[in-house]
Every structure is written in structure tokens, then in C-alpha cells.
């Protein structure tokens, strides 16, 4: 248990020397992980290697990464919490950190962030202290402690004051993957990332406001606050794609938690090899929710009402089942909201039951096994398999997309002929195996395999950037959370495809959602104000019912708009030069279609830079970002080359617009804008 409050002569000292018992007790906690015998453990070898998987995975956990501070935090309550101090009437004092750790007696030296006694650390104020006497921040360079700073919540003598250190953090540059925000959670985002794990939450967040690390975080505290109902069903973190996973994938395992998958919504939907594109008239039809419909009954379509009766010979003896006994029993089956498959495989025992009825009323005693042998019958079989025949999703799909007549008849009364002409393949496809298929229409599939058999739902997924997805894509999506819950986020003024969401009730209800809560964070804490004030320009053109976000970083110069009268590229790889002069990474973000030509300025003027995804170094910081990947990423500088061709590099204006909104938003130091072509309209002349 913790002590009452004390402090030594140099508080800083102090502070120091508890990091340095801290990380002692996590080494010792690690080497009694690693020293655990498993050798006379009883059970089966894979009762074993599961124990064995455990245990690795606990060491693992308990890593001490050298440039991560154990504590960030520390709070000291006005009274005691537990029961041995709380006679005395003194205070206790409690470290917050990223990880739980205790000292050879099991005290705690250390509290999770996650843990509910910490929970004061981000909500406590001066309007209401949480009986905090002393909130405490610690500064760190690589991974020593240097400073500290400390507020008296419950000192009323005390003036409201920003805190440099929170603001340090913030602000310290971006290199490498995303990092954690344990150290600067603040009190709107913590309300989030501790909702109850029964609800869907959906947080509409503008550039800045954290709503990627927001849900990032909520999986971590849902890990820590359910952990065994979630290591049951799961957990799943999806991303727009690879280069965004491969940027955010550190956050978690910083945190402790190594079991959380993550995929795109394409790798979740891969029942086919996606080497097709569609235009954007098609992938739009492909995407709209009444497809659902269309595959409905596409699934549905071979079903039929039999002509014969069943008659099933079982020795000497023949029982027959008549017809309209088995099309109730068929029209039964198709009333019922059930997967076709499942469907499918009650219709012989219904079949066999029947049976059995007859033979009781001829004074026979069938068990159960008997009905099983009967299901088996093979006369039942070719009942089964004439009136509900097995289906091939991927078949079935192509069917659908290749053959005009069989379209049709599903599509009648929801697409018209001119949607049906969109969604369907230019050329004839002898066989799935070779079809043109896009990425749409691995959704359809999807859709069509849930449709014959379940699609197994997970705890808790969280959806980022969910404003591109169309209404199947959030179907697909739903269908992985069906009995768990979500935390859906993204900006609908960064919608930038054809299908992008128009509102968030119209999304979550397309996702099996509909009675969400939806929070808005608009208070930016990445983006400087400067910077985020000029992008907020665009608005009133792309998302005209969103509220304008706001800074708390003001950095007077952050932002540089330049007219280029001569060589363009050459001043873009010039500003990138000087951009590399200051700590921290820089972007250079261009139209996708301008990337091979600073791929070999930049070659050519000695830059070395790596591609959106992968791992700065000391030696290249500089990364190559092609407008449609620049969404979810961050940089210290972004130098940002042509505006009017981001736009013009997207099949509409408005997309294109969006599409430039995100690729200004994306700087959290400095953004300059280099440009001969004449800026939008409302970005001014």
C-alpha cells in the first residue's frame, strides 16, 4: 500500500530514485515470469503450449522500453483511498503510469493509467479536485526524468495556469510510428475512451482532436477493464490502409496489449483476389445499401417448391412423406430469419421428423438416432438437394455480375436498367477463378457468404476514418460486430470517395448501430491554430453543417503560402531541405499523379526519404506522401506541392476539395504551401 504523503529535501531527486526502484521491481517481476518451471505441469501438450503461450506473452508485457517512462503522472489524494491509511486521515500518493507495477511485497509502485484510482489524473479540476490535493507532471529526455510540474487542485490561493509540460508533450516531434497519449489525455477524450463497453460510441473529431488515439486507447482500457470476456470474442482494429496500420501498430503494444488484431476493411472481405477497378458509377451502385437486397434474393433464388412426395425405404417397410406436407415445411424454412445455410441443413431433419411421426403413429418407438439415419436417406438428400441447393458465394456473385437475365430478375423493383448496366462486367467471365473482381464486389461477396452461413462477430471493433466507407463496406463491418460493440471514428469533411458518409445516424445505422451516441470533439490539440484556421476555410464547401475546430496551439509563422513563378519542383525540394533543418520529421504531400517527379528530384538533390508507412531514421526523415495516403498521418512539417492538382486528381470538386483539407491538416509544427497554379476559391488568391 501506498505511503501517506512525504516528501525528501530534492523533490526532483526523490522522483528519480523512485523511477529507478520502479524499474527494478519491473525486472524482478519479469525474472519470476522467466524463472517459472513448466516442466511437472499436468495436462494435455496442448493445455501446455497454451500455458507456454501465456507465459511468453507476460514477459513480453512486462518489457521495459528504455526511451518510455514508467510514470508520467502522480496524484496526491486530500485522504486516504485504503483501508490501512484511512484511520490515520492522512493522504496517499499514487504514480500513474503505463503498466501496473508492485514491489516484492505486492505494494503497488506504480498504478495503471487505466485503473479507476487514476482516473482523476485527466478528470480532476479546480471546479471539482476529485479530493486531489496534488496533481504531478513529469518531464522526460530519453527516458530520464528532468522535470516536474505540479498543480494544487484544492488550493484555492492558486491561479489557473497552462501546463508546459502538457504542452511539451504535445508538441514534441513526430518521428517514427504513432506514439501512445497516456501523458496528455484529456477530460472530453477520457470520457470516450472509458465509456461502458455495452454501448457503440462514435466520435466525429476534426483534424487534431486525437480521435484515432482516442479509440486506439479505449481498446487498451476495455482490454484492462473486460479482459477475459474480450480475450473470448476478440478484438479489431480497422484501418483504411496498410500504410495507416503500419503507422499506428506500436500504440497498443506500448501500452501492454500485444492481442489486438488489425486489418483494412479489404482484408477482412478477401474471399476473392481484387484485380479489377470499377468506375466510379459502379462502385457507387455496388456500394448502396439496397445490393443487400439484390444478393437477398440472389441467395434465395434457387430455392423450389417440390412436385413428388418423399418416400424414404427403410427395410421392408416405405414411408412417404407427401407434398404438401414438404412444401409447408420448405415455405416454413423460407419464413423464418435464418441463414440459408443454416436453413438448409434443418430441412432433412424436418424431413426425417416427419417420418418419424409416421412410423410413431404405426405404432413404432424411433429414437433420435433413427431420425439421423433417415436424414441421411438419400431420398431425402435428392429432396434437399432439388429445392435448397448448396451455394458458392463466390459463384453465386459472379452470376450475378456476368448474367444480365439472372440480374435482372433479382434486381427487379430496386435498380433500374441503368444501375444494372453499371454494376454489371463489360465482358463475358468464363469463370470466377478469372474474374475482372473489385474491390466492391468482394464486398458483395461477403455480404453473400453471411447471407448462407454467419459471419462470427467479435467483441469490440474500432472502425478509424469510417466517413469513406459505403453502406456495404459498414455492413461488412457490422457484421464483425453483431453481438459486440464499436468505437466508430472520423470527419466528414474528410470524406473523400464517391460513397462518402453524409451523416453519422445514417452510418451507424447502415453498421447495425443506430442507437449509438455520437460525440464531437472539435478542440484540436495537434494541428496549430494558424494552420487549422486556413484549412477551416474549406468547410462551408465540403461539410457545410460541421463546426470549424479550434487550437490550443497558437504558433505565430506555423503557416506559409507562396505563389511560384518559376520552377516549382526545385522550390519544393528546396523548402524540404530547409523543413529537414529543424528537429523532427517532414512530409512532402503532392497529387498522386506528381510522385514519380519528386521521386527523382529528391534523388536527385541527395534527400533520401522512405514511402508513407514505413519507419523514418536519423538519416531519412523525410517522407514521400501521395495525396489519397495522407489521411490518419501526422508530421512535424509538411510541405504541400500544387494544391489545384490534389483537387483536380479526384473524379469530383468536392471530394477533390476534401481530399486538400486532409493533406492541409496533417502538420503539427509548420505547413508551407508552394503554388503557381491559382489556389481555390476560398483559400483566397
Known sequence: MHSPLTDAA?????????????????????????????????GTWVSAAVLHNQIQQRIAALADLSHTPLFFGRLDYLHA????LAEGGTGERFYIGRRHVHDADGDPMVIDWRAPVSQPFYRASRKDPMDVERRRRFGYTGGELTAYEDEHLSDPAEGETRSALLAAEIEKPRVGPMRDIVATIQPEQDEIVRADIGGTVCVQGAPGTGKTAVGLHRVAYLLYAHRERLARTGTLVIGPNSSFLQYIEQVLPALGELDVAQATVQQLVGHVEVRGADSAEAALVKGDARMAEVLRRAVRSGITLPTEPCVVVRGSRRWRVPVHELVEIIEELQGRDI??????????????HAVLVKMEQSGEAPDDRVQDAVARNAAVKAVVKACWPPIDPVKLVHRLLSDAEFLAQCADGVLSEEEQR????????????TAPWSAADAVLVDEAAD??????????????????????????????????????LGDIAQGTTPWATADWPQALHHLGKPGAHVEELTQGFRVPEEVIAYASRLLPEIAPGLAPASSVRDAPGSLVVRRVDGDLVAEVVTACRTALGREGSTGLIAADARIPLFAEALAAAGLPFVEPG???????????????????????????????????????????????????????????????????ERLGA
Open 10 to 42: 530534492d523533490p526532483l531527486q526523490r522522483e528519480r530514485g523512485h523511477l529507478a526502484s520502479s524499474r527494478a521491481a519491473l525486472r524482478a517481476m519479469r525474472e519470476d515470469v522467466e524463472s517459472l518451471d513448466l516442466t511437472d505441469v499436468t
Open 81 to 84: 483511498i485504503s483501508e490501512e
Open 339 to 352: 441463414r440459408y445455410g443454416a436453413a438448409r441443413d434443418a430441412l432433412p431433419q424436418r424431413i426425417a
Open 422 to 433: 453499371a454494376v454489371r462486367w463489360a465482358k463475358p467471365v468464363r469463370s470466377a477463378r
Open 451 to 488: 447471407l448462407v452461413q454467419r459471419t462470427p462477430s467479435l467483441g469490440h471493433v474500432v472502425l478509424d476514418e469510417a466517413q469513406d466507407l459505403s453502406p456495404m463496406q459498414y455492413r461488412a463491418v457490422g457484421r464483425r460486430c453483431s453481438t459486440g460493440s464499436a468505437t466508430v
Open 614 to 680: 514505413t519507419e523514418t531514421t536519423a538519416e531519412a526523415r523525410l517522407t514521400l506522401v501521395p495525396a489519397s495516403l495522407a489521411k490518419g498521418l501526422e508530421y512535424d512539417y509538411v510541405v504541400l506541392d500544387e494544391p489545384a492538382d490534389v483537387v483536380a486528381g479526384e473524379p469530383d470538386e468536392r471530394t477533390g476539395l476534401r481530399r486538400l483539407y486532409v493533406a492541409l491538416t496533417r502538420a503539427v509544427s509548420g505547413l508551407q504551401v508552394l503554388h503557381s497554379a491559382p489556389l481555390p
